[in-house]
């Protein structure tokens, strides 16, 4: 069974501009979340989605968006990038079974360098 | 406060010795918690999850939970220089709407 799947690995962008981040969840799995994660400040939350529907969402600025599409793969976008969004992107799926959802499963991550 | 907190670390530990990583969280309502690897430039992994109250072993790794002192923790048993990494503790609370919540994470450091 693949596992979680992040594109690209690495990104090199221009203050200013905008990025698009993938993630291909474990097939059957219907909730996808995102983080950043950088030296300073961990692991911090930027949102989740389960059935193409936002179901949580962190204290991130409103340049940083995402959705899911029906086959539960996401995308995450930032516009106007800013130096202090280089950092680590990691996505995680989980399942869900009755009673609630399972652990999560991260991706290998995008390593945004904004420049 | 922070909703799930953590020493940062660094915690050095001998090797062959046991390694003791705390974890407390705020929500009441937490009912799940796991507790997640990672290597330097490497995506967490999972180690545990634990639901009840109690000890949960699983070879050198014991997730020990205790929902009314609202603490979760980790023993690594004969450390090894291989377990040197963070460790992240992450706590589900349906309440929230089955959010999943990191701490900070502690940096473990075994000595030779």
């Known amino acids: 069974k693949a596992g979680v799947t992040q594109t690209p690995r690495y990104l090199i962008k221009t203050r200013g501009q905008q990025v698009t981040l993938s993630c291909s969840p474990i097939s059957g799995h219907r909730s996808v979340s995102w983080y950043q994660q950088t030296p300073g400040q961990g692991l911090q939350f930027l949102f989740e989605?389960?059935?193409?529907?936002?179901?949580n969402k962190g204290n991130f600025p409103g340049r940083f968006s995402g959705r899911q599409f029906s086959n539960s793969r996401s995308e995450m976008n930032v516009s106007t990038l800013e130096l202090g969004d280089s950092a680590l992107y990691l996505c995680?799926?989980?399942?869900?079974?009755?009673?609630?959802?399972?652990?999560?499963?991260f991706g290998q991550g995008t390593r945004l360098t904004v420049v | 406060q922070k909703e799930v907190e953590q020493n940062s670390g660094p915690l050095s530990v001998p090797e062959g010795a046991i390694a003791s990583l705390n974890c407390t969280y705020s929500?009441?309502?937490?009912?799940?918690f796991f507790w997640y690897r990672q290597y330097s430039g490497k995506s967490p992994e999972l180690i545990m999850f634990i639901y009840s109250n109690g000890d949960k072993e699983d070879g050198r790794f014991t997730a020990q939970l205790n929902k009314a002192s609202q603490y979760v923790s980790l023993l690594i048993r004969d450390s090894q220089p291989s377990d040197s990494a963070t460790y992240l503790c992450a706590v589900l609370s349906k309440a929230a709407g089955n959010k999943l919540t990191f701490g900070g994470g502690t940096r473990v450091l075994v000595k030779p």
């Open positions: 995680a799926s989980r399942a869900w079974v009755s009673g609630g959802d399972t652990e999560a499963f």
């Open positions: 989605y389960f059935s193409e529907t936002q179901r």
């Open positions: 929500d009441r309502g937490s009912q799940s």
